[in-house]
């Protein structure tokens, strides 16, 4: 089946770190990415991970891939109140006639001073 | 490079008009694809074009959405005639190639605000 989950909301103070959490499905994805929304502006691509893979760090931000539990997270170190958005996680199923990513419903992530 | 671009930003009309909504992909993106966001829930998707021609629109809800993308390059999408629940956010995404590979990642733009009244 198709199907991502996310929290809907996380709150954290400037400086801390965030953990965005996200389960899905589709055991077969190949391509796990996440996207930031931040107000009124479109979705903008921040990272992906290979499913062969297990971490990927990318200055302020690591990606942890559990492809055992289906669970993908985003940390965000430091983070800062820029950093105020919703995150998307998306999944690209493998194989198909149909390069569709199924999204998960986003977390809005609230920095605060 | 410019990125994709959608166009209106924001469409506020009434239930029974009809809207269309445009996009323009990233120069040379052969893939096309189409999003949309309900409030509050997730990015569902629509439709994919590859050129001109649709390569998947199982996810177009009912025959008022109609998608076009003549001579392959920028895309409209037409709803008509608009209902409520036609309300909320129109994603188009780009990309350069299908397949494996990170040529495939999907470029997103702004997105079109649609709210019908």
């Known amino acids: 089946g198709e199907d991502v989950e996310q929290s809907l909301f996380l709150s954290v103070r400037e400086g801390d770190s965030s953990v965005i959490n996200c389960t899905y499905t589709d055991s077969s994805s190949t391509y796990l990415y996440w996207y930031k929304q931040e107000p009124g502006a479109g979705l903008q691509l921040l990272t992906y991970?290979?499913?062969?893979?297990d971490m990927k760090q990318d200055q302020r931000l690591t990606v942890l891939l559990n492809k055992k539990d289906k669970h993908l997270s985003l940390r965000i170190a430091d983070t800062q109140t820029g950093d105020s958005a919703i995150y998307f996680c998306a999944e690209y199923p493998k194989g198909g006639a149909t390069n569709k990513l199924i999204f998960g419903t986003g977390t809005l992530l609230a920095v605060q001073p | 490079e410019a990125g994709v671009t959608q166009f209106p930003s924001h469409s506020v009309i009434e239930k029974g008009q009809t809207v269309t909504l445009r996009c323009d992909p990233i120069?040379?993106?052969?893939?096309l694809y189409w999003y949309r966001r309900v409030m509050g829930k997730e990015i569902k998707f629509l439709l994919h074009f590859v050129k001109e021609s649709k390569q998947d629109e199982s996810g177009m809800p009912n025959n008022r959405f109609l998608a076009e993308r003549t001579g392959g390059t920028y895309s409209t999408l037409k709803v008509q005639p608009a209902e409520l629940e036609d309300s909320g956010v129109y994603f188009c995404a780009s990309s350069l190639r299908r397949g494996q590979g990170a040529g495939e990642t999907q470029y997103f733009g702004p997105g079109t605000r649609l709210l019908v009244l």
């Open positions: 120069s040379g993106h052969d893939n």
């Open positions: 991970i290979f499913s062969n893979m």
